[in-house]
């Protein structure tokens, strides 16, 4: 059995990890609530723009779509977009999104396209700088604290992949939030986009649309095809990043559980312990007094 100092070393290491624990888990738990609130109110309006976007787009002749919108005939060149997090112990939010990544990886390059990534958050530039994927760009603060500037910054600088041609698809590996406890790893295609069309609208789907557009529907979608795929992208990160905040919310949670049950047996053990030692020391008392006597 354990002597009396080993025993309150480890109470003393275990209540101090206990405090961490629970001091992450409020953090991380300040920063959920202000992601979740923010999603709430972003994701209506984002489906409010796509219906708004679908519904302009419907009669455009092929020529006169947005290139954005428009798929490639040929894909060569793939852009992956992996959204990990800059920091661990939120549980098995990085390893499974990796995981996720590398199976689409290697299921992309078996169809011959040339696949390169972009990578948000440390996590996943640790993992695929071991590897042969070729990593074009790294983007950590991005991901730090989302803000709509920064994101609608990166989102220009990803529609001008495909505007230079530079490549023809870009996908996204993300954690998309469902609640506190649960999130849906998810590989999207952001670029081009997938909008209902057709050749030829009548006259009463223009009625049924309800709105007198000028100076033309081709002006305005391109207009409104950039605000829709930043809106889009911004949303993404927001996702991942209160998914990432969940996830360490319920990680932290649990290690807190975890440190407070092992000190209850670490008490009862230390008990135990100084009992042991007490009645030892009373033995040695009573027979010392008892050999003074004979």
């Given at each position: 059995?354990?002597?009396?100092?080993?025993?309150?070393?480890?109470i003393?290491?275990?209540k101090?990890t206990?405090?961490?624990?629970s001091a992450?888990?409020?953090v991380s738990?300040s920063?959920?609530r202000?992601?979740?609130?923010?999603?709430l109110?972003?994701r209506p309006?984002?489906e409010?723009?796509?219906?708004l976007?679908n519904?302009?787009?419907k009669g455009?002749?092929q020529?006169?779509?947005?290139?954005l919108?428009?798929a490639q005939?040929t894909?060569?060149?793939v852009?992956?977009i992996?959204?990990t997090?800059n920091?661990?112990?939120c549980?098995t939010?990085?390893?499974?999104?990796?995981k996720?990544?590398?199976e689409?990886l290697?299921?992309?390059?078996e169809?011959?396209?040339?696949?390169?990534?972009?990578?948000v958050?440390k996590k996943?530039?640790?993992?695929?700088?071991?590897?042969n994927?070729v990593?074009?760009e790294c983007f950590?603060?991005?991901?730090?604290?989302?803000s709509?500037?920064d994101?609608?910054?990166?989102?220009?600088?990803?529609m001008?992949?495909?505007?230079n041609?530079?490549?023809q698809r870009v996908?996204v590996v993300?954690?998309?939030?469902v609640?506190?406890?649960r999130?849906e790893?998810?590989?999207e295609q952001?670029l081009?986009?997938?909008?209902?069309?057709?050749e030829?609208?009548d006259?009463e789907e223009?009625?049924?649309?309800?709105?007198?557009?000028?100076?033309?529907?081709?002006?305005?979608?391109d207009?409104?095809?950039?605000k829709?795929i930043q809106t889009?992208?911004?949303?993404?990160l927001?996702d991942?990043?209160?998914?990432?905040?969940?996830?360490?919310?319920?990680?932290?949670h649990?290690?807190?559980?975890?440190?407070?049950?092992?000190?209850?047996?670490l008490t009862?053990?230390?008990?135990?312990?100084r009992q042991?030692?007490?009645?030892n020391?009373?033995v040695?008392?009573?027979?010392?007094?008892?050999?003074?006597?004979?």
């Open positions: 059995m354990a002597n009396l100092k080993e025993v309150r070393v480890r003393a290491s275990i101090s206990r405090q961490i624990t992450m888990k409020m738990a920063k959920l202000k992601g979740q609130n923010a999603i109110n972003l309006y984002e409010q723009l796509r219906n976007l519904n302009i787009n455009l002749r020529d006169e779509k947005n290139v919108c428009t005939k894909v060569t060149d852009l992956v992996v959204m997090a920091k661990g112990l549980g939010f990085n390893s499974n999104l990796i996720r990544a590398v689409h290697r299921e992309q390059k169809k011959g396209y040339n696949i390169k990534l972009w990578l958050g996943g530039e640790d993992f695929f700088k071991k590897s994927y990593i074009e950590h603060d991005l991901i730090e604290t989302v709509v500037d994101s609608f910054d990166f989102a220009r600088k990803v001008q992949q495909i505007e041609g530079t490549f996908e993300y954690n998309k939030f609640n506190a406890a999130f790893l998810l590989v952001i081009p986009m997938h909008l209902e069309s057709s030829e609208e006259a223009d009625e049924k649309f309800g709105y007198i557009l000028e100076p033309s529907k081709k002006e305005i979608l207009e409104l095809v950039p829709v889009y992208i911004y949303r993404i927001l991942s990043f209160t998914s990432e905040q969940g996830a360490r919310m319920t990680a932290m649990k290690a807190t559980d975890n440190a407070t049950e092992l000190l209850k047996n009862i053990t230390y008990n135990k312990v042991s030692s007490i009645t020391e009373i040695e008392i009573v027979g010392g007094a008892e050999a003074l006597n004979s």
